[in-house]
């Protein structure tokens, strides 16, 4: 299957060049589209050159910095415009929190019938390393919170480590979300779930960043947890409508 890696950066100079060999090691076919926010640490520079000599590595350079989930809409379009087209689109993070090794596994399990593959920090057999206890609290509990309330199947609705089938990425239209931050993530779980595509959750285990600087704010969790709520009111509204009629 054709599979590209859609790798949104900014400021990951000091892990990009790890990242792609680490990638080319494992596989020579697999392409990467790094969507770089314009780093003025020349993260885009780095990942051209690389792309000189690994091949496979293409460049989209955005004027600057403006979310997740706003990279990750522009790099899904650019891979879904592709031809010949993809068959499996890989979402990650650039920073080696992700172990490149499982994207295997995942493009096997989508050749296998899976529509999505998440790779879980909340099944059995994953985990977190080196994170501090409230960081772990808040990432496990807001989890349970977002998938009861949006009545989810998958236990972890956050992680950015996934593979898509291209038509159904396709089917659930990207480039409409409004989301930015890890609220960009649940909104595409919400999305597969209403289709009826059919996810599946692989064991990871989440490493901490150990160069660089992490993108998680405050400001992040809240608009994740203010719009799962509205989301939950959304869905709620709607089915007492359907019951009502």
């Given at each position: 299957m054709r599979a590209v890696v859609v790798l949104p950066t900014y400021n990951e100079r000091d892990n990009i060049e790890m990242y792609l060999r680490s990638l080319r090691a494992i596989s020579a076919h697999i392409e990467?589209?790094?969507?770089?926010?314009?780093?003025?640490?020349?993260?885009?520079?780095?990942?051209?050159?690389?792309?000189?000599e690994l091949g496979g590595v293409d460049v989209l350079l955005r004027a600057a910095k403006q979310g997740l989930g706003s990279a990750y809409r522009a790099g899904f379009r650019q891979v879904l415009d592709a031809r010949p087209p993809y068959d499996v689109i890989v979402s990650?993070?650039?920073?080696?929190?992700?172990?490149?090794?499982?994207?295997?596994?995942?493009?096997?399990?989508?050749?296998?019938?899976?529509?999505?593959?998440?790779?879980?920090?909340?099944?059995?057999?994953?985990?977190?390393?080196?994170?501090?206890?409230?960081?772990?609290?808040?990432?496990?509990?807001?989890?349970?919170?977002?998938?009861?309330?949006?009545?989810?199947?998958?236990?972890?609705?956050?992680?950015?480590?996934?593979?898509y089938r291209a038509t159904a990425l396709d089917a659930i239209q990207p480039d409409s979300t409004g989301a930015e931050g890890y609220a960009f993530l649940t909104e595409l779980v919400r999305r597969l779930t209403r289709h009826g595509f059919s996810?599946?959750?692989?064991?990871?285990?989440?490493?901490?960043?150990?160069?660089?600087?992490?993108?998680?704010?405050?400001?992040?969790?809240?608009?994740?947890?203010?719009?799962?709520?509205?989301?939950?009111?959304i869905d709620l509204i709607r089915r007492v409508r359907r019951t009502a009629r």
């Open positions: 990467v589209l790094v969507v770089d926010d314009n780093s003025p640490d020349g993260t885009a520079d780095i990942a051209r050159s690389l792309g000189t990650m993070d650039a920073d080696l929190s992700h172990d490149p090794a499982v994207i295997p596994a995942m493009i096997s399990a989508i050749e296998a019938g899976a529509d999505a593959v998440i790779g879980s920090r909340y099944v059995r057999g994953g985990g977190t390393t080196d994170w501090p206890v409230r960081r772990q609290l808040l990432s496990k509990w807001g989890n349970v919170y977002t998938r009861t309330v949006l009545q989810l199947p998958t236990r972890d609705c956050t992680s950015g480590f996934r593979a996810i599946v959750e692989t064991p990871i285990v989440f490493r901490d960043r150990e160069r660089g600087k992490s993108k998680m704010s405050g400001r992040i969790i809240i608009e994740s947890m203010l719009l799962v709520t509205r989301w939950a009111a």
